[in-house]
C-alpha cells in the first residue's frame, strides 16, 4: 500500500470453510459501509486510489478471497458461496448488519451470489463486467486464461499482455499507453509464485455456471436495488450479454458507458462512483437514473 494511501482502522481474518480470510475496515461504524469485491487478480490495496471517494461519507470494508493478497492460499478447490459465507462472517465479526456491496468482474459473481444468499444484508448492489448466463466466448475466454495460467513462467508472462489487451478500452488504453509495461510487471511479479491460486479462482466459476439455472429463482428473488453498469467496449463480457442480466433482477437499472472496456471504475470512475454513491444516498431505484 502506498505511503499516502488511507490506514485500516482495523484488520484481521475470519476462518471459514478451512480459508483464512483476510479484512480490512476502513471507519469505525457510525455509518453506513460499502463492501468492495475485488476482481480475480486483485487485492485489498488495488482499491487503495478509489477510497476517497467514498471515505468522507461512507465506511469502507475490504477483503481478500482465499487465493488473494492476504488471505490463505491452500492448493484446494475454492468455491464462491463458500466466500459470501465468510463475508457475513466478516460483517458479524464487525457487527455490520447491512451495507452497500459493489462487485466488478469476478468479484461480481461473488456480489450476485451474495446477494442470492444473503439479500436482507444488503441496502444497494452495484455490479459490473459480469454475467449471469451461459456464454459459450466467455468459456472460452476462460480456458485460454487457464493455459496461460498453466503453461509455465514464460507463457504467464505473456498472459500479462493479453490480459491487458482484453480488458481496457481504446482510448483509456492510450492514455496509459507509457504505463503498461510497470502494469504488466507487477502483475507478474505478484503472482508468479502463486499462479495456482488463479488457477483456483478461475476454476470456482465451473460450479457456479453449473449451478447456474438452479439457482435462477434465486437471482430472480432479489429484492435488493441493483445498478448494473457495462461499458460500451467490453469486449471480455459484450454489453449485449450483460444485459441479460436486466432480465433476471427485479430491481435494478441498466446503463451502459460510453467509451469504455471491461473495468468501468478504473476507465470512467467519476461516472462509476457518482452513479453507485447516488444509488446508495437514494436506497430506491424509485425515479432513479443513472446520470449521463
Known sequence: MAADAPVPDTQGSVSMHGHDVHWERFGRGERETFVLCNGVGMH????????PRLLPEY???????????????????????????????ILDANRIERVHLMGI??????????????HPRLHTLTVSGILLSHEELFAMYQEVSLLFYRGG???FEIYSYY????????????????????MRESFFDRWKDKVHALVRLTLAQDPFFAELDANQPGYRAIPTPTLLLAGAEDRTIPPSVQRKIAAILPNNRFHVVPDCGHVVYIEKPDVFFGAMLRLARAKSLLGWEVPA
Do not use: N
Request: aromatic share 18%; charged share 20%.
Open 105 to 118: 468482474s469476478y468479484g461480481g459473481f461473488v456480489a450476485l451470489d451474495f446477494a442470492r444468499l444473503y
Open 163 to 182: 490480459l491487458y489487451e482484453k480488458i481496457f478500452g481504446e482510448s483509456f488504453v492510450r492514455t496509459v499507453k507509457d504505463k503498461l509495461p510497470r
Open 44 to 51: 485489498t490495496g488495488a482499491w487503495a486510489g478509489f477510497l
Open 153 to 155: 513462467p514464460q507463457a
Open 59 to 89: 465506511d469502507v470494508l475490504l477483503w481478500d478471497y482465499p487465493g488473494q493478497g492476504q488471505s490463505s492460499k491452500a492448493d484446494v478447490p475454492y468455491l464462491i458461496p463458500h466466500f459470501c459465507d465468510a463475508l457475513a462472517a
